[in-house]
Structure formats: structure tokens, C-alpha cells
């Protein structure tokens, strides 16, 4: 079920709380989480609705600018399939952000390097979890299908090794690619894996950027912001100076930075949030 980043920043403030949807059936239970740029996002209730039946109430709970705003966006698309009413809430942040960014201790290391022995034990291609890891370690912010084929490897598997990898902790996705988490870089060290640079600065904790455009992921990575508090020590002018930032990038940037309690810096130079000057070397 997709939502869009204005809708999610509304569903986690509370402002939202049901979406409608046109589908032969339903597509999601009650009670399913599901994992959002904003943290975790609860189904509480899936309900057939007449359009009829609709009110304006259902508009402004559904955050619809109007009743007939809602109708219309609803009729857009497959108008023959019935209407579906889905309760939402914000359920928390999601578990892996700070599962990632958790150093594990010796017990948990050894825990998930028999989880990784397992995998590579069941493949059919053979061992691929170091690999891919280190892989990632190499290529930070790499599109899947380049770094599939250096493994040799079809896209679709590819992605779906790495989410396993994603599940523990030991990766986390960009919005190119992916890169080692401090979980991740923790295991590689304890096993003595050479790593492609030597003392690889760990990833620092904070909320990773929201899914902005390939160009503009580029532009801020490569002036080392690649986090939400990274960004809030720079002002819209000097995000919008960088080449491959335009107002889609900038819009999505600021909604992810009010669902965070961030804002950019003064243009003034004075900065609302301290310490969040992004790295520039």
C-alpha cells in the first residue's frame, strides 16, 4: 500500500488516520505494520464503503482538500473497483533504525554470524553474505542492478539477499543503493574481513535521507549529508545551490524534516539545531 510522504509526516502527527482505496480486495489486514519513511504504520481496520456513502468528514480524515477532491482522486483510476476505507495510525519508529546503529556485543555477534552461516548453507548459488556485505562496504550509494551483476547475480535475488541483510540490521537502504550500518561494519571487523578502506568512518546514527531522486541523493551525499540532522545544518538556498536539487527534492526534504522536529537553518546563518552542521570534507 503506497502513501505518499506528505500523508505519512500527516498519519504520524495524527492528522490523518484512514485513507481510501480502490481494489478488487483488500490488500492488507488489520493489524499489519507496515514500514514507512516515517517509522511503522498500523492498519486497524479494512472496510468496503459505497462512494456513496462518503462524507466530508471521511475527506478531511483522509487529509482530501474536499469530499469532491476525494471522490475525483478515488474515480481516477479504476472506477469499477469497489471503495475501501483503511484505519491508520502511527505505531512507532521502525525497530531497524535502531537495531542498525547498535554496536552488537560478543553474544550477539556470534548469534548473527551463525545466521549468516545458516544462509549461506541453504543457497543454491552458494555463500553470498560476506560478499555482499562487503560489497556494499566497497559500493555505498551503488544502484542494485550494478552491484548484482558484479555479484553475478539477477536484480530481483540480488534485492531480496539484501533484504534478509536489511531484517538484521546490517544494511540499510538509500535512496541509490545501499550502504553497511554500524551493525554491519561490526561484524566484518570481528571476522577480519579486509575491508576495501581500511578504517571506514561507522555510519553515524540519525535518520537517513528520505527517497528524494537519484540527482539529488548524489549531490548531498557527495558533500557528505546523509542525514536528516545533516541537512537541518543547511539552509533551502544552500540545498537548491546544489546541483540536482530542485523543489520536488527540496519539498520532500522539508516534510521528512517536519515529521523528524527539524527545519532548515536561518538563512540568516543561525542554526535552529546545533551541532547538525553537515560534514563538508
Same mark, same amino acid.
Given at each position: 500500500?503506497?502513501?505518499?510522504?506528505?500523508?505519512?509526516?500527516?498519519?504520524?502527527?495524527?492528522?490523518?488516520?484512514?485513507?481510501?482505496?480502490?481494489?478488487?480486495?483488500?490488500?492488507?489486514?488489520?493489524?499489519?505494520?507496515?514500514?514507512?519513511?516515517?517509522?511503522?504504520?498500523?492498519?486497524?481496520?479494512?472496510?468496503?464503503?459505497?462512494?456513496?456513502?462518503?462524507?466530508?468528514?471521511?475527506?478531511?480524515?483522509?487529509?482530501?482538500?474536499?469530499?469532491?477532491?476525494?471522490?475525483?482522486?478515488?474515480?481516477?483510476?479504476?472506477?469499477?473497483?469497489?471503495? *475501501? @476505507?483503511?484505519?491508520? $495510525?502511527? =505505531?512507532? #519508529?521502525?525497530?531497524?533504525?535502531?537495531?542498525?546503529?547498535? !554496536? &552488537?556485543?560478543? /553474544?550477539?555477534?556470534?548469534?548473527?554470524?551463525?545466521?549468516?552461516?545458516?544462509?549461506?548453507?541453504?543457497?543454491?548459488?552458494?555463500?553470498?553474505?560476506?560478499?555482499?556485505?562487503?560489497?556494499?562496504?566497497?559500493?555505498?550509494?551503488?544502484?542494485?542492478?550494478?552491484?548484482?551483476?558484479?555479484?553475478?547475480?539477477?536484480?530481483?535475488?540480488?534485492?531480496?539477499?539484501?533484504?534478509?541483510?536489511?531484517?538484521?540490521?546490517?544494511?540499510?537502504?538509500?535512496?541509490?543503493? *545501499? @550502504?553497511?550500518?554500524? $551493525?554491519? =561494519?561490526? #561484524?566484518?571487523?570481528?571476522?577480519?574481513?579486509?575491508?576495501? !578502506? &581500511?578504517?571506514? /568512518?561507522?555510519?553515524?546514527?540519525?535518520?537517513?535521507?528520505?527517497?528524494?531522486?537519484?540527482?539529488?541523493?548524489?549531490?548531498?551525499?557527495?558533500?557528505?549529508?546523509?542525514?536528516?540532522?545533516?541537512?537541518?545544518?543547511?539552509?533551502?538556498?544552500?540545498?537548491?545551490?546544489?546541483?540536482?536539487?530542485?523543489?520536488?527534492?527540496?519539498?520532500?526534504?522539508?516534510?521528512?524534516?517536519?515529521?523528524?522536529?527539524?527545519?532548515?537553518?536561518?538563512?540568516?546563518?543561525?542554526?535552529?539545531?546545533?551541532?547538525?552542521?553537515?560534514?563538508?570534507?
Amino acid at each position: 500500500m503506497q502513501i505518499r510522504p506528505a500523508e505519512l509526516a500527516a498519519i504520524r502527527a495524527g492528522d490523518i488516520d484512514v485513507a481510501f482505496r480502490r481494489w478488487e480486495r483488500p490488500r492488507v489486514r488489520v493489524g499489519t505494520r507496515m514500514r514507512t519513511a516515517v517509522g511503522l504504520v498500523e492498519v486497524t481496520s479494512v472496510d468496503r464503503v459505497p462512494m456513496r456513502s462518503l462524507t466530508a468528514a471521511d475527506a478531511r480524515r483522509a487529509g482530501a482538500a474536499s469530499l469532491a477532491a476525494l471522490r475525483h482522486g478515488l474515480d481516477r483510476l479504476h472506477a469499477d473497483r469497489p471503495v *475501501y @476505507r483503511i484505519g491508520l $495510525r502511527y =505505531a512507532g #519508529v521502525d525497530p531497524r533504525h535502531a537495531l542498525r546503529e547498535a !554496536v &552488537p556485543d560478543a /553474544a550477539e555477534i556470534d548469534a548473527i554470524v551463525a545466521w549468516l552461516d545458516r544462509l549461506d548453507r541453504a543457497s543454491p548459488a552458494g555463500p553470498w553474505t560476506r560478499a555482499t556485505l562487503l560489497l556494499i562496504d566497497e559500493l555505498p550509494a551503488t544502484r542494485a542492478p550494478e552491484l548484482a551483476q558484479r555479484m553475478g547475480r539477477d536484480t530481483p535475488s540480488f534485492k531480496q539477499n539484501v533484504r534478509k541483510l536489511k531484517e538484521r540490521g546490517l544494511t540499510e537502504s538509500l535512496d541509490i543503493g *545501499y @550502504r553497511l550500518s554500524a $551493525r554491519g =561494519a561490526a #561484524v566484518l571487523d570481528h571476522e577480519g574481513h579486509p575491508r576495501s !578502506v &581500511p578504517g571506514r /568512518a561507522v555510519p553515524e546514527p540519525g535518520i537517513p535521507l528520505p527517497h528524494i531522486g537519484a540527482a539529488a541523493t548524489r549531490a548531498l551525499t557527495a558533500h557528505g549529508v546523509v542525514r536528516l540532522e545533516q541537512v537541518a545544518g543547511l539552509s533551502e538556498s544552500d540545498v537548491l545551490a546544489l546541483h540536482g536539487v530542485g523543489p520536488y527534492a527540496l519539498r520532500h526534504l522539508r516534510t521528512a524534516m517536519d515529521a523528524a522536529g527539524l527545519s532548515f537553518r536561518d538563512d540568516s546563518g543561525a542554526s535552529p539545531h546545533a551541532g547538525a552542521a553537515p560534514e563538508t570534507s
